[in-house]
């Protein structure tokens, strides 16, 4: 496989929430841009296929470092990057996070995609990265400050209280004049259509623009829309009236909410509605689910929200929403699939976490992984041991939580559902979502 190692969004958040929970300790965040990466990288006799050029003169040469355009070239860029970082002696992968590097002393983080670096840490600990990167390869290096800039194509900087990170107002503005949509005034709220099986599926012209205007909206990474985007998703290909109807509302609503962003700022304990003290580098996810939440096909939507504990404060790092594999038969079984998600979600934010924050050999020091449900009776099928009856079609997701919730640092909570952050990640607002909502999943109105 040929591939150059690539970020997500939730590992860029949660290193900005490090960086702005530690802003007290000097730490600080810069962006770096390798010019020509793949030109840097080295072509491994044994490891990569022999590439040969011919020059003008006639002459054949085999090459020892990569060009644009060659297959190999992703791949060798990721193992040269890679091979640079170890020979720093300071910085190690992660073990799960193969595009990110911790300090081993703790003091800094590096991600990468691609070509793009997200570095935070001390002033003293960046200072000695760039300077050694730079001995190595071409740098384009930008401090993150109160001015937007551009990363990994959304806008970045820094707030009083941490950063801002998310789609700009003029992505909006753009994508919805290339797809020809009228900016009309907005109630706020959706008026979602919901499918039926009797609607005429329209022309390729149609289902082009369908697909289009779905992949700029998958890009706009605001939690409020996220299981609309889920429920556009599941229509691609056979699009009809109604549904584009849902992606011109949709798009009209960002409009009249354009003000929004996505912010990494903090949140206190009793916003959440979280009333114990939970080590440094734990991670409280909410996970939550529609049933049924499709008219055709009866899929439910799983909803999952990670808040990072940090400085004895949240912070929102990480969302998600996704169809569920199969339809099941209760409400019950559309909980234990969407905390199954909830789980993996909040356990790669704790792997992010526990270099920095946690000691896997210190009781008290280990970061926790709490899980939290609305729903009693799914929480009673996993703390129970075995599987009834009622539970036999999605059994094998109760085992696995059986069995992640019997390990130490791992954690099951119920809470209300008026304190189910991740409800607006599984249904269809009727009516706009509450500021309390809003604020608690990551999102500031702008000044």
């Known amino acids: 496989m040929n591939f150059a ?109 691609v070509d793009d670096l997200l570095i935070c840490g001390t002033r003293e600990v960046i200072e000695k990265l760039l300077e050694y990167l730079q001995s190595r390869v071409t740098l384009t290096v930008n401090p993150v400050t109160e001015e937007p800039q551009v990363f990994l194509g959304r806008t970045l900087r820094r707030t009083p209280l941490g950063f801002e990170y998310g789609i700009s107002k003029d ?14 005034d907005h109630t706020g709220s959706i008026r979602w259509v919901e499918p039926e099986e009797s609607w005429t599926e329209l022309g390729l012209d149609v289902q082009s623009w369908y697909r289009s205007a779905l992949g700029r ?25 109604g549904d584009v109807k849902n992606m011109k509302e949709i798009w009209r609503y960002l409009w009249s909410t354009r003000d929004l962003v996505s912010v990494i700022e903090p949140l206190t304990a009793s916003e959440l509605g979280i009333k114990i003290v939970e080590p440094e580098g734990s991670v409280r996810v909410f996970g939550d689910a529609s049933h049924g939440g499709e008219r055709i096909g009866r899929r439910g939507i ?57 000691d896997e050999d210190d009781e008290a020091r280990r970061p926790w992984a709490t899980l939290v449900t609305d729903s009693r009776a799914a929480r009673d099928a996993v703390l129970k041991q075995g599987c009834s009856t009622r539970v036999k079609h999605v059994e094998t997701k109760v085992f696995f939580l059986q069995s992640w919730v019997t390990k130490r640092d791992n954690k099951l909570t119920s809470a209300g559902t008026s304190e189910m952050w991740a409800d607006p990640l599984t249904k269809v607002a009727t009516k706009p979502w509450s500021d309390t909502h809003l604020r608690n999943l990551g999102l500031r109105r702008r000044p």
């Open 302 to 358: 799983s909803g999952v929200v990670s808040y990072a504990s940090l400085g004895g404060l949240y912070y929102p790092v990480s969302w998600a929403s996704s169809r569920q594999a199969t339809a099941v038969a209760s409400s019950m079984e559309a909980e234990l699939l969407a905390m199954t998600v909830a789980v993996s979600n909040g356990v790669s934010v704790r792997d992010l976490l526990i270099p920095l924050c946690g």
């Open 5 to 113: 190692g690539t970020t997500e969004s939730g590992v860029v958040r949660t290193m900005l929430a490090v960086c702005s929970s530690r802003r007290g300790r000097g730490w600080e965040a810069v962006t770096a841009d390798v010019s020509q990466a793949f030109l840097n990288a080295e072509l491994v006799e044994g490891s990569d296929h022999p590439v040969f050029v011919k020059s003008p003169t006639g002459d054949v040469w085999r090459l020892k470092k990569a060009l644009y355009g060659l297959r190999a070239a992703p791949k060798a860029w990721q193992r040269t990057l890679r091979k640079i970082m170890l020979e720093s002696q300071r910085w190690v992968p992660m073990p799960k996070h193969g595009s990110t590097f911790v300090e081993t002393g703790g003091s800094g983080m590096v991600t990468v995609h």
């Open 171 to 184: 992505y909006i503005s753009e994508s919805m004049e290339q797809m020809k949509i009228s900016k009309d």
């Open 217 to 241: 909206l998958a890009w706009v990474d605001r939690p409020d829309i996220r299981v609309l985007v889920t429920r556009c998703g599941g229509r691609s290909g056979h699009a009809c009236e």
